[in-house]
């Protein structure tokens, strides 16, 4: 069983709204000073989903990772959890791509890669979050995809997963190879342990460029961009909340509750 | 690219009727449509769309293109995406709308990637650019803490997945005219590769969040399944229901499927009472349409406070019980 994971390193999504700055003429995020970028959080449980069918069927897991040089952090974060190898896919022909862009370069050190039953996304990026190269890059491979998995079983060269719908689940199954796409219902990542730690630290990480690929350089030309993003912008909100008064717990909740009986 | 022409409506079928989402898709796309001075179109597909077609005009489509074949009953990604591609590539809308629903989260993105269009997945606003009439979807980036205007300018379909209830439903008017087209290809099982095998519904206890008037959230601070005890507690005495924040659905103190925000449900009760969790704009962005939010956090600084009508600050552990007694009171004089 080898499974590819697509992971992508993103600014920390966790970082409290009120520190969130963008440089709206740049159309760029500004990251908060001191905090590192992290691994995006559906990729880390595509990853753990990963090593649930590794702990099971053993075999291998490679991830790739398409960004800056830095990316090897994240490529190392999912080695110190199980994966096998690791790559990043780093050139300058590779900045500022769309979702085709992307599916595009990580589909083509996919084929490079070779030999897959299983390619997993997850299903959707914290960052700018389009929520499609998952299935673009299933379109360019022709591969079946199934998205929004939270849980994925393997037998006899099959899949079995369980997707996650807005009122339930439904079962689907399909031949490998195919795509993925993770959502968090699988479940929390596992903690890396000490020594798996020290191991990824010590791992070599080879960085992929255009030509090791063999990427078009056409196919990533900007006159082909499927979509751009002409603003970004942070909704003002005024703040407007009352305050409900009280010296003890008792009278904070008669004075709230005295509050919305008009309402309920 | 001028080949390309119109807005085109996806529709859903639920239960025999026209899902809420395209009758909002209908008044949105009419919208588009009268900007650009193009036609509206809605495609229906599956067993018994014929009969949903006069409807549909009522709701503003200038045309309605019914695919009757049962096959399409069940959402199958594959056979949708082959179908709906080959019948784009021969209709060319310029604009192709999608609810932001678990068929068109499953579909359009696959779909754009087959026709190499131009996809804003989740938007929450349209329009059309008046200098160059492209379609401006505007979504949300970084987990709700900004929005994007996205335009495709040179490939077609533009392409948008619209949130729910974003959209106030299309006004209902039956003098409206127009074609109903029906169309005969069939779609050929045998490329079917995925195959759904089995549908689980989840069954909730009370009223579905979506339904609800009253709903209590519950955050990481909760601390435990046990805690949300108490927060059932509050729900079931205000006729509510419970929903949680992803942080606590990952500990597996409430089902996955009470998450509410962006990769949850999008819920809006008349009262939404956020207990114990930090206001993370994903979260939000699913209880923003509530009519009263209030917060109860032990945190003055925690982001809930921005977006609530109503604060408490204070452990949950001391204020919900007597809350629950003073309601109680309140509510048998
Ligand atoms: C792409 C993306 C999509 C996401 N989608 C969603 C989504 O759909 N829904 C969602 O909820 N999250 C989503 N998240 C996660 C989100 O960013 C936050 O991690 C999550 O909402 C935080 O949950 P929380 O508020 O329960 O936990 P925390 O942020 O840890 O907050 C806990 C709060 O409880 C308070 N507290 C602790 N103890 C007590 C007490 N005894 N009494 C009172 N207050 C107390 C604390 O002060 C704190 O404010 C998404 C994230 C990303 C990146
Ligand atoms: N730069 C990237 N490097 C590796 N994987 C990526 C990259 N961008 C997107 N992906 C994968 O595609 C998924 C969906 O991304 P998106 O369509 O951008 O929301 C992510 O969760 C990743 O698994």
Known sequence: ?264 | MSEYKGVMVLGEITEGKLAPITIELLGIGRRLANDLGEELSLLLMGGKAGVLAREAIAYGANKVYVAEDSLFDEYNSDTYTQWISNFCQKTMPSILLIGHTDIGCDLAPRLNGRLRGGLAMDAVNLSIDPSTKLLVSTRPIFGGNAYAKVVSRFARPQMATVRTKIFPPAERDDSRQGEIVSVAEKVDPSIIKAKVIDRIKEEFEGVKLEDAEVIVSGGHGIGSAKNFELLWELARLLGGTVGATRRACDEGWVPVTRQIGQSGKVVSPKLYIAVALSGAMSHIVGCLGSKCIVAINKDPEANIFNVAHFGIVADYKEVLPVLIEKFKEQRSP
Request: charged share 25%; glycine share 8%.
């Open chain 1, 1 to 264: 069983m080898h499974t590819i994971v697509c992971i992508k390193q993103v600014p920390d999504p966790e970082i409290p709204p009120a520190k969130f700055k963008i440089d709206p003429v740049a159309k760029k995020v500004i990251p908060p000073p001191g905090v590192p970028p992290v691994i995006s959080v559906y990729d880390e449980r595509a990853v753990e989903a990963a090593c649930r069918l590794k702990d099971k069927h053993k075999g291998k897991i490679t991830v790739l990772s398409l960004g800056s040089e830095k990316a090897t952090d994240v490529v190392r974060h999912a080695i110190s959890m199980g994966a096998d190898e690791g790559y990043v896919l780093q050139d300058e022909a590779f900045e500022n791509l769309d979702s085709f862009g992307t599916a595009y370069v990580l589909g083509k050190a996919i084929q490079k890669i070779g030999g897959y039953d299983l390619i997993l996304c997850g299903r959707q990026a914290a960052d700018w979050g389009a929520g499609q190269v998952g299935s673009i890059l299933a379109e360019i491979l022709g591969l079946p995809i199934i998205t929004l998995a939270c849980d994925i079983q393997v037998e006899d060269k099959k899949l079995k997963i369980k997707r996650i719908l807005k009122d339930g689940f439904e079962i689907v199954e399909a031949p490998t190879p195919a795509v993925a796409t993770v959502s968090s219902e699988i479940g929390l990542p596992r903690l890396p342990a000490g020594v798996a730690l020290m191991l990824a630290r010590r791992k070599q990480i080879p960085i992929w460029k255009a030509k090791d690929i063999g990427a078009d350089l056409s196919e990533l030309d900007p006159s082909k961009v499927h979509t751009e993003i002409t603003e970004i912008f942070i909704p003002t909100r005024e703040r407007k909340c009352e305050m409900i008064p009280g010296a003890t717990p008792a009278e904070v909740a008669t004075n709230l509750v005295s509050k919305l009986v008009k309402l309920i």
